[in-house]
């Protein structure tokens, strides 16, 4: 598992697309795919909008579920997931966006922990952080 986070719209699909130009990726966004597709490489991004329809008030049960499931679509094949860094010190005023951040906090803690390598984007530039 490769886990790539940086900004809104600081480049992240672009690199890593880049990087996968020569083989066959399959690129899911927004949701987690019920069934296994066919290739080389997974890349999954936009967890955090698939995120939202989730119940955030079982924020660790559903962690644990995210991560089972992530580690089920790595069999047989390459796991590229990129996620957006949406904390930055500022804490939301609303509960359910206070929600959201902490339990994107604690995926991207249980990633981090899991992945290969972990590289930060940041305006397209790439900084490997494990």
Same mark, same amino acid.
């Given at each position: 598992?490769?886990v790539?986070?940086?900004?809104?719209?600081?480049?992240?699909t672009?690199? @890593?697309?880049?990087?996968?130009?020569?083989?066959e990726?399959v690129?899911?966004?927004?949701?987690?795919?019920?069934?296994?597709p066919?290739c080389? @490489?997974?890349?999954?991004?936009? /967890?955090?909008?698939?995120? @939202?329809?989730?119940?955030?008030?079982?924020?660790?049960?559903?962690?644990?579920?995210? /991560?089972?499931?992530?580690?089920a679509?790595?069999e047989? &094949?390459?796991?590229y997931?990129?996620v957006?860094?949406?904390?930055?010190?500022? @804490?939301?005023?609303?509960?359910?966006? &206070?929600?959201?951040r902490?339990?994107?906090?604690?995926l991207?803690?249980?990633?981090f922990?899991?992945?290969e &390598?972990?590289? &930060?984007i940041?305006?397209?530039?790439?900084?490997?952080?494990?």
């Amino acid at each position: 598992m490769h886990v790539f986070i940086g900004g809104a719209y600081n480049g992240k699909t672009d690199y @890593v697309m880049t990087l996968l130009e020569d083989q066959e990726a399959v690129l899911v966004d927004g949701y987690l795919p019920e069934s296994i597709p066919e290739c080389d @490489v997974l890349v999954i991004k936009g /967890l955090e909008k698939w995120l @939202v329809t989730q119940n955030l008030e079982e924020d660790e049960a559903l962690v644990n579920a995210m /991560l089972t499931r992530l580690q089920a679509l790595e069999e047989n &094949r390459t796991l590229y997931i990129i996620v957006t860094d949406m904390g930055r010190g500022v @804490v939301p005023m609303e509960k359910q966006a &206070r929600l959201l951040r902490d339990t994107c906090g604690r995926l991207y803690q249980a990633l981090f922990a899991e992945a290969e &390598r972990v590289i &930060r984007i940041w305006y397209g530039i790439a900084e490997q952080i494990k």
